[in-house]
């Protein structure tokens, strides 16, 4: 009994040679729409109402990115204790930003530098008609407990 194997290996003229992108930055990924919440989240969205760029500073929110740690910090009913991972978000004049944020918890949003300023939020961004939450910002931290996708101050 004879037994013929054959084995071949076909080279190709094709090289790939893969570069790093040393020019391009590493950007953290962000919440841009609701698409990017969790199911079980509220998708939340935060409009500047200024005429200059606001940066704000987020504790007890969805960040999708790996960040410094935040609280706990407790700013009493009907808001539980506030902890995380810190999550900024910078709006340019009369820009917004989204996040996410679980339903029956509590989140705090902090201005980080510059003159206060006058903001709306809403937690049911998805919604057609939601119904918007104005609040002025300074140097103090402001706190909400949502219900329902609802907003309450603490």
Known sequence: MSLLFFSSCEQSETHVNAQLDTESPILPRTVEDCDDCPEEYCCCVVENLMNFQVDLLFCGVYT??????????SPGSPCGTISGTSYLISMDAFGNGFFCVEDSASFSILKV??????????CKANEVNPIWTGFNINSAPVYYYVEDCELTGC
Do not use: D, F, K, Q
């Open 64 to 73: 999708m990115t790996a960040g410094s740690a935040c609280g706990p910090v």
């Open 113 to 122: 530098m510059g003159t206060s300023a006058n903001l709306r939020i809403n």
